[in-house]
């Protein structure tokens, strides 16, 4: 899975009261799986780098728009190479070709007392793209590497806990994400801070209700090895076993629950819109069924 090793050091930082000192754990960690993703990466970054410099300059011919100044061809190179992330990695090589042809002035047959006048065309054309070995290969050498640190003591964190520990990160980073920009947690059009905490704590507390729904659901497909279809609305046939909980969510949005009561007012009525399979089935996962089974057309 990964190569590690650690190293200590000393820390200090300057305060008011004092300097403050402490150990910190350094973990080196090198991911081969990660450097493969990397090094593919930067091979297709390496290709389609060069497909687009050398596209600058096309042979000559009808429709054909040739660069006739050496400033504006390098730009672009150099913006193409920015662009792909391959800046030294790729050595281009490029001439200015500059061609005059004398013409008389004005229309009419020449002579020798005839003034005349010199065109010069120029055209800009790459000549090679080629790749800087040496600099591919100290750049692949930093691949799959990082570094973490920690002042949690070895006998409190492992090597391996931190190791996991940070490749699980993504999963905090994507509850912060969810309260930016699912549940809207700023800005908050409020003047107290209680109202304030108060929010907090209630935007919180529906992110845990997101997690909740989504973790179970997860668990629930997994130990029965089955998919869900129809979750993803540009195509249906998708199955996943990895449903978000805004998609399973958004599965029910078409539920409406209609309750009335009899002309004598003596009877109450529900109906509860049919559902599909697949509401059914994440239901299921849920451990719901039993909810809404009894509020349709029921009495």
Not at 7 to 33: D, F, I, K
Not at 135 to 158: H, V
Not at 268 to 294: D, H, M
Request: charged residues 30%.
């Amino acid at each position: 899975m990964a190569r590690a090793y650690e190293l200590e050091r000393t820390q200090e930082a300057g305060l008011s009261e004092g300097t403050a000192t402490w150990q910190e754990r350094v973990l080196v960690v090198h991911s081969p799986a990660h450097a493969r993703r990397q090094e593919e990466g930067l091979e297709q970054r390496l290709r389609s780098a060069r497909q687009e410099i050398e596209a600058l300059t096309p042979p000559v011919g009808r429709g054909k728009r040739q660069i006739t100044e050496e400033g504006r061809l390098t730009a672009a190179i150099t913006g193409i190479l920015k662009k792909h992330r391959v800046a030294g990695l790729l050595q281009v090589e490029h001439e200015v070709e500059r061609e005059s042809q004398t013409r008389y002035v004005g229309k009419g047959r020449g002579s020798a007392q005839r003034e005349r006048q010199v065109i010069e065309k120029i055209r800009c054309q790459i000549q090679a793209v080629r790749r800087d070995e040496e600099a591919i290969l100290a750049a692949r050498q930093g691949f799959g590497w990082k570094a973490f640190a920690t002042n949690a003591a070895q006998a409190a964190l492992s090597l391996s806990e931190a190791v996991l520990g940070y490749r699980n990160e993504f999963r905090i980073e994507r509850i912060f994400h969810r309260l930016k920009s699912r549940v809207d947690i700023a800005p908050l059009f409020v003047k107290r801070d209680d109202q304030i905490e108060g929010l907090t704590y209630l935007l919180t507390l529906g992110m845990r209700v997101l997690t909740l729904t989504e973790f179970v659901v997860r668990r629930a497909l997994r130990a029965d090895q089955a998919k869900l279809p129809g979750l993803h609305p540009e195509n249906r046939k998708k199955e996943t076993d990895q449903p978000t909980a805004e998609r399973i969510l958004k599965a029910f949005s078409g539920i409406t629950l209609t309750i009335f009561q009899d002309s004598a007012g003596n009877q109450l009525f529900r109906w509860l819109t049919p559902l599909s399979e697949v509401q059914l089935v994440i239901l299921k996962c849920l451990g719901l069924e039993n909810v809404y089974a009894p509020l349709q057309n029921s009495g």
